[in-house]
């Protein structure tokens, strides 16, 4: 890139796209973002975001990450209507049965997902230097006399020293890159078939609900669900399957969520209004794509978020590692004094290591005819030897794995010496009785029903 703060054109108003933007306009560079839908009126779900109508969280990286570039986004988040839950006080029912509630862990921002963005994006174009092309479909890549131009079908192309693709899962990054005679390489791909569907809900007397409840799939019991508070005094009510379990348009969600493992979201369900119709996604599988591996890879030219790596939604990872990747583009565009944007490609796709090794790793276990590896396997084993210990109350376990699920810490605090001596004990004695479901459960759904 040349020495003078290159401009920059992003591919997508995705959360990646805009955060991307955010980073760049922080290190001083003009900033277009090019976005295939129209973005008027108020916020609603868009084309552009198949899965605009699940549920979302901001996990606590995602959010500290977002926050260094735009600082007081949580405040912002609160103002508009965003609810905040302790991870530790929100009733989750593993393969083990109830966690406790009584260890605090960090907090999450609960809200719909076209509020999120909408908020965001407002943020970010008010940076000074950053612009806006709604209604934009972009056809393809040319080289410019050392610099780029971006293919617009409809307007004026766009010229850039760099170019962001933040399109998502449908980037068609590979083809382009196909048209200026560059190899591309098969991404990686895990796809166990999981689908969900969601409804909105409110309490029937108006109460706003504040808290929810997590029923967690196992290989054995392939459905589960979830309900999330969001804006507006909502709760957010989604039911998951695999495979032949997944849910369909005309679900009875109440009887799906009833006849889970655990029908504490079913009795939820049915106690509360409807608001509006069931939304059905089913593009959950993770797919990892090789961009910078290669020596070929072209200088200018970065890939980010879904468009490099999408991972299954149910684990709530993607918008936080776009948060990362972000973060790192703006440490690199603050120091960088030309040279090839092929390393930073690679970080980005670094960025991703921990939480594709999270998400492939549970997915993979409810593919059929595969045989995991015997280092799979133990993991596997030992990270349920650890829900067991969490379940039955020990403090460190619930640490590590909420440091884990937010992107914290490191698998390596799974292997503490604690731990292992705690599991050794907890196999020596009695057999634990389950736990009873929890106060905070008790508490939501007499909430819901009045």
């Not at 348009?249 to 106690?271: F, K, M, N, Q, S």
């Not at 969490?390 to 440091?403: I, K, N, Q």
């Amino acid at each position: 890139m040349p020495a003078a703060h290159p401009t920059v054109v992003v591919v997508g108003a995705s959360l990646a796209g805009l955060l991307a933007a955010a980073a760049a306009a922080r290190a001083g560079h003009p900033v277009t973002v090019l976005e295939r839908d129209a973005l008027t009126g108020p916020p609603g779900p868009r084309r552009g975001v198949a899965q605009g109508a699940q549920p979302h969280v901001l996990l606590h990286r995602g959010l500290a990450e977002a926050t260094t570039l735009l600082p007081g986004l949580g405040e912002d988040l609160l103002a508009a209507g965003a609810v905040r839950v302790d991870t530790g006080r929100l009733p989750w029912f593993g393969p083990a049965g109830w966690q406790p509630t009584d260890v605090p862990s960090y907090a999450v921002l609960s809200l719909t997902r076209p509020l999120l963005e909408h908020v965001v994006r407002e943020r970010v174009l008010a940076l000074p230097g950053v612009g806006l092309r709604g209604g934009c479909r972009v056809r393809g890549l040319e080289r410019a006399g050392g610099r780029w131009r971006v293919l617009v079908e409809d307007g004026p192309d766009e010229e850039a020293d760099l170019v962001v693709d933040a399109s998502g899962r449908g980037s068609r990054l590979p083809t382009w890159l196909a048209a200026l005679g560059l190899a591309v390489e098969e991404p990686e791909t895990v796809d166990a078939g999981l689908g969900y569907a969601s409804r909105l809900y409110r309490a029937r007397d108006g109460h706003p609900l504040t808290n929810g409840a997590v029923v967690q799939s196992t290989t054995d019991s392939p459905r589960g669900g979830l309900a999330l508070p969001v804006e507006d005094g909502g709760l957010l009510v989604l039911a998951c399957g695999y495979g032949e379990h997944r849910p369909d348009r005309d679900v009875d969600l109440v009887a799906y969520l009833g006849g889970l493992r655990e029908p504490a979201l079913g009795e939820l369900t049915a106690g509360l209004e409807p608001v509006g119709e069931v939304a059905v996604h089913r593009q959950t599988g993770n797919r990892r794509h090789q961009h910078g591996r290669r020596r070929d890879w072209p200088d200018g030219l970065l890939a980010v978020g879904d468009a490099l790596c999408a991972f299954n939604p149910v684990y709530g990872q993607g918008i936080t590692v776009a948060a990362i990747q972000a973060r790192l583009l703006g440490e690199a565009l603050r120091r960088r004094r030309g040279g090839s944007t092929r390393r930073l490609q690679r970080r980005l796709r670094a960025a991703a290591d921990l939480p594709w090794a999270v998400a492939t790793g549970e997915d993979r276990r409810y593919l059929d005819g595969t045989t995991p590896s015997p280092a799979a396997r133990l993991v596997g084993a030992w990270t349920t030897e650890v829900g067991n210990l969490a379940v039955a109350g020990d403090r460190r376990a619930l640490v590590a794995l909420g440091r884990l699920y937010h992107l914290m810490g490191s698998p390596l605090e799974l292997a503490h010496p604690a731990l292992l001596l705690a599991a050794a004990r907890r196999r020596r004695g009695p057999a634990q009785p389950s736990a009873p479901r929890p106060p905070e459960l008790e508490a939501l759904l007499t909430a819901a029903h009045g």
